[in-house]
């Protein structure tokens, strides 16, 4: 990263630049990994999402600071639209930029996904578990049961 006149910008080692020298601030985008997946570059109020290769793979309103795993390799932002997505570290949109709020649900392969006040349960591919027509949904484990046998049998409980 280089900074010169107050813009910032990405150059590679033989001096070209990679990102140009336009942003008010780029940051690392801190994955708990020996070295960063993503950067956020921020130009006015729009923040640019870059991936490791320094290609722009997302534009939002907000840094982007989730979850990233080598597991999962995904990031969940909201566009410039304000609707939340997922994309991958190529920038492809896995789940499409249409939804309220969208979070991991801990310990499965399905995110919550919230519309106009109601909730439903997507798969981490886009598929539809439970529609987004429920006012809330509470998970449900036995307190007996062991934290593989909660694995296993994860349940929700919902709310009409």
């Given at each position: 990263?280089?900074k010169?006149?107050g813009?910032?910008?990405i150059i590679k080692t033989?001096g070209?630049?990679?990102v140009?020298?336009?942003?008010?601030?780029?940051?690392?985008?801190d994955?708990?990994h020996s070295?960063?997946?993503?950067?956020?570059?921020k130009k006015g109020n729009?923040y640019?999402i870059?991936?490791?290769?320094?290609?722009k793979i997302g534009?939002s309103?907000?840094?982007?600071y989730?979850?990233?795993?080598n597991?999962?390799?995904?990031?969940?932002?909201k566009?410039?639209?304000?609707?939340?997505g997922?994309?991958d570290?190529e920038?492809?949109?896995?789940i499409?930029f249409e939804?309220?709020n969208l979070?991991k649900?801990e310990?499965?392969?399905?995110?919550?996904?919230?519309n106009?006040?109601?909730s439903?349960?997507?798969?981490n591919?886009?598929?539809?578990?439970?529609?987004?027509?429920?006012?809330?949904?509470y998970p449900?484990?036995?307190?007996?049961?062991?934290?593989?046998?909660?694995?296993k049998?994860?349940?929700?409980?919902m709310?009409?």
């Amino acid at each position: 990263m280089v900074k010169r006149n107050g813009k910032y910008g990405i150059i590679k080692t033989d001096g070209t630049f990679k990102v140009p020298l336009i942003y008010d601030l780029i940051e690392y985008f801190d994955t708990n990994h020996s070295s960063s997946e993503y950067y956020n570059a921020k130009k006015g109020n729009i923040y640019s999402i870059f991936n490791s290769d320094l290609k722009k793979i997302g534009e939002s309103h907000a840094g982007v600071y989730n979850d990233f795993s080598n597991e999962t390799p995904t990031l969940i932002f909201k566009d410039l639209k304000e609707k939340a997505g997922m994309v991958d570290r190529e920038g492809n949109v896995l789940i499409p930029f249409e939804y309220d709020n969208l979070r991991k649900i801990e310990n499965t392969l399905l995110l919550s996904a919230r519309n106009g006040g109601l909730s439903g349960v997507i798969s981490n591919t886009g598929k539809v578990k439970i529609p987004v027509a429920y006012k809330m949904l509470y998970p449900v484990y036995d307190k007996f049961d062991d934290e593989g046998q909660r694995k296993k049998i994860y349940s929700l409980q919902m709310e009409r």
